[in-house]
T-cell receptor
């Protein structure tokens, strides 16, 4: 069936270091991908997105890379801050309003 | 402007009971989607409604149902509750049926349902 999975369930980094969170997806027909951040007690918050006709997109301190050949997605966070501590999800979309989420990676930033 | 509001924030129910969860979308948004998030996992799509019509349904049993009202608010109903229905239920609203910032796709903070 369709699935979006993450390679690592937890990631611990030092404040100021760069973070890389990875995601694998299985549906080659997916044409739109989103990274979400979820803090405790809150709903997922949009971080950055990318369409399948691109392989890289940059935002403020964040970069998303898409490798369609191996169906792999990554989120890079530059100069990670304590406020970045949260669970990060990748999600794929290929059918209107339905998002398929991965399991999530918990990012912990040590001061 | 208010974001997506969900009520109640927390709820405890007994197995076999019925529950109704409510969602008010962002003003101007005509689509509401429901997701179930079990602890430690990503959200799973349940339903999408647009202009009061069901536009998508995930792989959930018939015990789950939803509807959207003329003011675009929505209710998610779950009958014959099971322990496995314990989860965070998230509502997302958007202008149209698509996802992403182009459609203003925004999640609420969810309703935490515990079934005992």
């Amino acid at each position: 069936g369709e699935s979006v999975g993450l390679h690592l369930p937890t990631l611990s980094v030092q404040e100021g270091d760069n973070s890389i969170i990875n995601c694998a997806y299985s549906n080659s027909a997916s044409d739109y991908f989103i990274w979400y951040k979820q803090e405790s007690g809150k709903g997922p918050q949009f971080i950055i997105d990318i369409r399948s006709n691109m392989d890289k997109r940059q935002g403020q301190r964040v970069t998303v890379l898409l490798n369609k050949t191996v169906k792999h997605l990554s989120l890079q966070i530059a100069a990670t801050q304590p406020g970045d501590s949260a669970v990060y999800f990748c999600a794929e979309n290929n059918q209107g309003g339905k998002l398929i989420f991965g399991q999530g990676t918990e990012l912990s930033v040590k001061p | 402007d208010a974001g997506v509001t969900q009520s109640p924030t927390h709820l405890i129910k007994t197995r076999g009971q019925h529950v109704t969860l409510r969602c008010s979308p962002i003003s101007g948004h005509k689509s509401v989607s429901w997701y179930q998030q079990v602890l430690g996992q990503g959200p799973q799509f349940i339903f999408q409604y647009y202009e009061k019509e069901e536009r998508g349904r995930g792989n959930f049993p018939d015990r789950f149902s939803a509807r959207q009202f003329p003011n675009y608010s929505s209710e998610l109903n779950v009958n014959a509750l099971l322990l496995g229905d314990s989860a965070l239920y998230l509502c997302a609203s958007s202008v149209g049926t698509g996802t992403g910032p182009l459609y203003g796709y925004t999640f609420g903070s969810g309703t935490r349902l515990t079934v005992v």
